[in-house]
């Protein structure tokens, strides 16, 4: 894919804006049922595919769950994933920094094979590229960014112009343009906003001990601190952090030296790997859980983050935006063999009675966690210590919530199924 490989302003089926994991997904999706879309970014260029996953591991990751990992298959995006660096847990372990509680989940006890992946998104955002460049009806384009949204366009046309004039045309324009979505500001759609009141600090670290594929995560007053097991040349003592906690820690943790940072990071885990060595820098991402109040408009829909964004503390966040862009592309593809527009009010309306209620619940249990956990009352202490605990112990709600975890919710698009690829054809 080059930013020369299209040109065309001729209207297309659908305009993706925003070739972030889950804009390139639903591109790809769109594209592999055979619809004319152009995915639009504002980035230069595509990412250096062959850089990613190579050396260092890169600062931003994410926690694909098996569901998610099925859908990348179907694309034939995962292949080029594993063969980069993907990293399985089967194990995951939760506990209170403040008190006795813990509860440890394995992949075996949820009947599946691997919990999930941690795989650094230039990984999975080169895969997804890659195979765009191979679907001839997707035209994607770099230096792209839009500047203005028309959806009141005569007809079924909408028509989104970018910076430099040029304008482009399709029934279907959908914003994956990311949490601070410039397009679903333009189209009028107001988002229920929650300031967590925290930071993440993301960095790279390497162990003294292996962290034998389990996804640790310790609560802690100022918020939960996540050692995420990567594997990086086969070495096993590598993980990437994600601690949410105050902003002005936040700002302690990051003016720390690597060391200081380590010895930190060390006792906040309670030296359960041994001796932890910070071997990035630490970058600070502000936390603000966003929800649109509304999914679509008349020829236009909101997935991925533009819809909602999510505290990272159960790491579902691309999770949710990938089944967004599986569904929306379920529905248009349906649509389409009844004859109906990709924009047509029906088509959009379907995908969002399908996934804005179960992206409001993980919010809303996101925020419960948050807030048990941020709590220092001594009762909550107790309750949140015996529930821990009281999970552990109980089978039945312990696969439950391991259900819920590897994205195992719900009707699944057919394209998060396995198989599905063979049964649609
Ligand atoms: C610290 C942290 C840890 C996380 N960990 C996890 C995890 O473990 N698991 C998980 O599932 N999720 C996790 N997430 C969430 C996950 O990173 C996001 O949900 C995901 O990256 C969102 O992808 P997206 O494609 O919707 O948006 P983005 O990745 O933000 O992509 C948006 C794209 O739109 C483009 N764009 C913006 N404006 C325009 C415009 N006007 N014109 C054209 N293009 C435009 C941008 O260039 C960009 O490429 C985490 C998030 C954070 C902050």
Redesign the pocket.
């Known amino acids: 894919m080059s930013a020369e490989q299209a040109h065309a302003t001729a209207p297309f089926e659908a305009i993706v804006?925003?070739?972030?994991?889950?804009?390139a997904t639903l591109a790809c999706l769109l594209g592999w049922a055979g619809l004319s879309v152009a995915l639009?970014?504002?980035?230069e260029a595509p990412l250096d595919g062959q850089a990613a996953g190579t050396g260092a591991p890169s600062l931003?990751?994410?926690?694909?769950t098996p569901v998610s990992r099925q859908l990348l298959e179907g694309l034939g995006a995962w292949p080029a994933m594993a063969a980069r660096r993907v990293s399985p847990y089967r194990f995951m372990q939760v506990w209170d920094g403040e008190g006795s509680g813990e509860v440890n989940f394995s992949a075996e006890q949820a009947g599946v094979p691997l919990l999930g992946h941690i795989v650094e998104?230039d990984v999975t955002l080169a895969a997804l590229e890659a195979r765009l460049a191979e679907l001839p009806s997707v035209t994607v384009r770099f230096d792209?960014?839009?500047a203005e949204l028309d959806t009141e366009s005569a007809g079924e046309r909408r028509t989104v112009v970018l910076e430099g004039g040029e304008r482009l045309q399709a029934p279907l324009i959908v914003a994956?343009?990311?949490?601070r979505s410039?397009?679903r500001e333009r189209a009028g759609i107001e988002t229920r906003e929650r300031d967590t009141g925290q930071v993440?600090v993301?960095t790279t670290v390497r162990t003294a001990r292996d962290h034998g594929g389990v996804a640790r995560q310790v609560f802690l007053s100022t918020g939960p601190l996540a050692f995420l097991p990567l594997c990086v040349e086969g070495d096993a003592r590598h993980c990437s952090i994600?601690w949410s906690t105050t902003p002005e820690e936040a700002e302690r943790l990051t003016a720390l030296s690597a060391q200081a940072l380590g010895q930190a990071l060390g006792a906040a885990i309670e030296h359960r790997l041994g001796e932890v060595t910070v071997v990035d820098r630490a970058l600070a991402?502000p936390?603000i859980q966003r929800h649109a109040e509304h999914y679509v408009r008349p020829g236009f829909a909101l997935?991925?983050?533009?819809a909602h964004?999510i505290h990272?503390l159960a790491?579902?966040?691309?999770?949710l935006?990938l089944m967004d862009a599986a569904v929306l592309a379920e529905e248009v593809v349906e649509g389409r063999r009844r004859g109906l527009s990709p924009g047509d009010e029906h088509v959009l309306s379907r995908y969002a009675r399908r996934r804005r209620g179960d992206n409001a619940a993980m919010l809303a249990l996101m925020d419960g966690f948050r807030l048990l956990f941020g709590a220092r009352h001594p009762a909550l202490t107790l309750a949140r210590n015996l529930g821990l605990s009281g999970v552990d112990r109980l089978g039945p709600l312990k696969r439950l919530l391991m259900q819920q975890a590897t994205g195992h919710r719900g009707r699944l698009p057919a394209a998060c199924r396995p198989f599905s690829r063979r049964d649609a054809g």
């Not at 804006?17 to 804009?23: Q, Y």
């Not at 639009?40 to 980035?43: N, T």
């Not at 994956?176 to 949490?179: N, R």
């Open positions: 804006v925003g070739g972030g994991m889950v804009g639009l970014d504002a980035r931003r990751v994410s926690a694909l998104n792209a960014r839009v994956a343009d990311g949490a410039p397009l993440a993301v994600v991402v936390l997935v991925g983050d533009a964004s990272p790491g579902q966040g691309v999770n935006g």
